[in-house]
């Protein structure tokens, strides 16, 4: 039986949300962020890359053609840093719970299947503070390849390799795949389940809600959501 890793050392509560592009994420977000809200406990939201002034940049870059994935994945631990210390440790320290909409787990998956290097994720990955549960939204990619595709909006990433590959048929599909393959690497490994609780769920919102509360409440039915993933 997996025991629940604590945060009482951590003032609030840090809650993650991950997943594959079109798995869900902001729906169960909004649906926990509402429930504890109603409750009356003091809660934000962080969204990934969400400083406009990074977006500009890596637009204005990619523009002109010279967004490499290694200076994609320097502008995004910018804005991650920039989102960590003015966000997160300050509204950690004025307790509340922060629901983060991708967290540095992203950064890390993206940098692997990118191409771009592991030094500055994984040196930020051991420094930062550790989330008091981290759901995975482990949805088929070909479903989340659909829900992109009725988007209109194509799935953004700088591995050109996929991109300039005229051998495959569904490059976003593809791309999706190799991003839940390291989904699942990281979410098994060792190191990970030590620092953090993880559980995996599929768009289940009443799962989520379940579980964030009896975490609360200190409850022992939690350990059942603690499995491994395949």
């Avoid at 809650?15 to 977000?29: A, P």
């Avoid at 994945?73 to 909409?101: H, R």
């Avoid at 930020?124 to 503070?129: E, F, Y």
């Avoid at 190799?178 to 769920?201: A, D, G, M, P, W």
Wanted: proline content about 2%; hydrophobic content about 40%.
């Amino acid at each position: 039986m997996q025991q629940v890793k604590s945060t009482s050392s951590v003032k609030g509560m840090l809650i993650v949300f991950e997943g594959i592009s079109g798995c869900g994420k902001s729906e169960s977000v909004e649906a926990l962020r509402k429930y504890l809200s109603d409750k009356g406990y003091k809660t934000s939201v962080l969204e990934w890359n969400s400083n406009k002034i990074i977006r500009k940049i890596t637009k204005a870059i990619d523009s002109i053609k010279l967004l490499t994935p290694g200076v994609y994945s320097f502008l995004q631990w910018i804005g991650f840093l920039i989102d960590y210390f003015f966000k997160v440790v300050p509204l950690l320290k004025k307790n509340y719970i922060l629901i983060a909409d991708r967290y540095i787990y992203t950064g890390l998956i993206r940098d692997s299947v990118n191409g771009a290097g592991r030094i500055i994720g994984s040196f930020l990955h051991r420094i930062v503070k550790k989330p008091a549960m981290v759901f995975f939204l482990d949805v088929s990619p070909e479903v989340c390849d659909e829900r992109i595709k009725k988007r209109g909006k194509a799935l953004f990433h700088t591995n050109r390799l996929i991109w300039e590959n005229k051998l495959l048929k569904n490059k976003e599909l593809y791309y999706l795949n190799k991003l839940r393959r390291e989904y699942l690497l990281l979410f098994n490994s060792k190191t990970l389940l030590n620092e953090t609780n993880i559980i995996s769920v599929n768009e289940d919102t009443e799962t989520v809600v379940k579980c964030v509360n009896d975490y609360i409440s200190g409850r022992r039915e939690i350990y059942e959501y603690f499995k491994p993933f395949n």
